[in-house]
């Protein structure tokens, strides 16, 4: 039996209130010392970072205390849900480096879950109501005011079966009659005046099929699961608190294994939505390209971003587990992705607004090949070779006709370094009939090779390059934040939360010039564009002859500095 959490991180693991209840009920051998947690998605979407929370939290603790974690999936809602989410999630779950112990769907239950509703009916626990969903809630009252019994509440105990099982049957149609619970109209706790169990719903179930056309409603489902499992430490999020009230009623009249529901603050980010719905909405109305679009919180998209399952589970132990509501800022997030790809990034250069550079001591018609570092942080990383030639681009920012005194880039008669490479001198800017600077005529000296100057004379600025014969073109698309305001929840009232949609949330260049080396097959490489950021090849539009780059985040947080917040 484990006495403590068995991780690396267990001094940390030991910090969070969820994590000392475990460590407490395993001491005191509640439950014979077990640790058993599980992972309940509804499969009626795509996962997102706040669901990361939650997966690292349940399979961390079984992992940490030597238990086990379920994978079980909450399929009581047919018209919601689709077998291409019960993939995605099992797919986003593996990604971020988890197995779970056991697979279950709610729909494994669902005889038991009925036989269990039909001992409820004979202990006149629960009873069939022929009103209105609408009638159900004008007469449920307020915090402050009793509820109003249904005219069905005293029905038969034989009544009610029948009614129960002709449901079951399909003898009626979606809405005439639901099963609710028989508890108490002037309970303090809403959740508890007589809460739907059961209602009719005609339609295709993902697994089942069209064996039922009943269905358990989530707050009826869910304990009951978790008491089949025999989970021990049914995790929630904190929305759920007034719903253990429910919870806990369940088990106890139907004398099951007495799981225990204890919730925890959810994730909320800033400049994002975490909503399920909010998100139908975006892909529905193509505001964005789909579920994985790079902008989306979901793990897919951000997968497609180039986020790591490192850098998401650091930054999920890092905020830790508490018991508040609050708002994690952005940047907490992206500076534990900087973290994790600063290590692991190889660096390339790549020019995404190209200038062409034409050296004219350099001679025509030759080349070289220069080494460079692929990653200053890990010299196991090694070197590789970059072709150098006449003619290269450069950013077209880092050229100024003009240039003020702090500008140690490029300008006429200024000396700078390239990267890798020679210190370069700008002799002449040649320019097209609109005045548009279109080349630049500039020399080298070769006596500076790698960058450094035999005579010892510094130069202030290394900018980066590409040879123009040898790079390869590619299409680079800027990810910013989706929203341009903090909070979507501050928004005044009657107000579209979609109009603090930020509109500069992507833009795409073309034209960019890459190290040939990027021509190759990357697969999910994370890469460092020198002075640019990080970025990943897209794995999905990405084909032969059309490289396509996303970027990951930028190399620092340029938000701030230039007014979002």
Not at 12 to 24: N, P, T
């Amino acid at each position: 039996m484990p006495t403590a959490p068995q991780s690396e991180d267990s001094e940390s693991a030991k910090l969070d209130f969820i994590r000392e209840i475990v460590a407490r009920d395993v001491q005191a051998n509640t439950h014979q010392g077990r640790v058993h947690t599980r992972f309940p998605p509804e499969p009626n979407g795509y996962l997102h970072i706040g669901h990361a929370k939650s997966i690292c939290l349940n399979f961390g603790i079984a992992k940490e205390f030597g238990g086990k974690c379920n994978l079980r999936f909450d399929d009581t809602n047919p018209t919601k849900e689709d077998v291409e989410y019960v993939e995605s999630i099992q797919e986003d779950i593996r990604w971020l480096g988890f197995e779970w112990d056991e697979l279950h769907f709610a729909s494994d239950y669902f005889e038991q879950l009925y036989d269990w509703s039909c001992d409820l009916i004979r202990k006149e626990l629960a009873y069939v109501d022929s009103q209105t969903l609408e009638e159900i809630r004008q007469q449920r009252g307020t915090a402050t005011e009793p509820g109003q019994e249904s005219p069905f509440r005293n029905r038969s105990v034989e009544e009610n079966l029948d009614l129960f099982s002709r449901m079951r049957n399909g003898e009626f149609a979606d809405g005439e009659h639901v099963l609710r619970a028989r508890i108490d109209m002037s309970s303090k706790h809403l959740i508890l005046r007589d809460p739907l169990m059961y209602r009719i719903r005609h339609a295709e179930h993902h697994r089942t099929g069209d064996q039922w056309c009943i269905y358990p409603m989530y707050d009826y489902a869910h304990g009951q699961s978790d008491s089949i499992e025999e989970i021990t430490h049914s995790i929630c999020t904190l929305e759920f608190d007034t719903h253990r009230p429910l919870y806990d009623w369940f088990i106890e009249k139907l004398e099951i294994f007495p799981s225990h529901q204890y919730e925890f603050a959810r994730l909320n980010l800033t400049y994002t939505v975490m909503s399920k719905r909010k998100f139908i909405e975006l892909v529905d109305g193509d505001y964005v390209d789909g579920w994985d679009d790079p902008r989306m919180p979901t793990l897919s998209g951000m997968r497609r971003r180039g986020y790591t399952p490192e850098a998401i589970r650091n930054f999920c132990s890092e905020i830790g587990v508490t018991k508040y509501n609050g708002l994690t800022d952005l940047v907490v997030l992206e500076n534990a992705l900087r973290a994790d790809l600063n290590k692991r990034a190889e660096r390339r250069m790549a020019v995404l607004d190209p200038l062409r550079v034409v050296i004219t001591n350099y001679p025509e018609g030759e080349s070289e090949e220069l080494d460079a570092v692929n990653n200053p942080e890990d010299e196991s990383a090694g070197t590789r070779k970059i072709p150098f030639g006449r003619e290269i681009f450069i950013e077209r920012e880092d050229f100024m006709e003009d240039p003020p005194k702090k500008f140690f880039r490029l300008g006429p008669g200024r000396e700078v370094r390239l990267r890798w490479a020679y210190f370069l001198t700008c002799q002449e800017a040649i320019k097209d009939e609109d005045g548009n600077i279109v080349e630049l005529r500039c020399t080298y000296d070769p006596e500076t090779k790698g960058g450094n100057a035999p005579d010892g004379r510094k130069v202030k600025g290394t900018i980066h390059w590409v040879s123009a014969e040898h790079s390869v073109e590619a299409e680079v698309r800027l990810y910013d934040h989706l929203l341009k305001v903090e909070n979507p929840a501050d928004m005044p009232e009657g107000q579209d939360w979609k109009e603090a949609l930020n509109e500069d949330s992507l833009s795409v260049l073309k034209g960019c010039r890459l190290e040939p080396s990027l021509a190759d097959d990357n697969g999910n490489m994370p890469i460092q564009f020198e002075r640019k950021g990080y970025f990943i090849q897209d794995a999905r539009d990405s084909a032969s002859g059309q490289l396509v780059f996303n970027r990951t985040v930028s190399l620092k947080d340029s938000w701030s500095k230039k007014g979002g917040r």
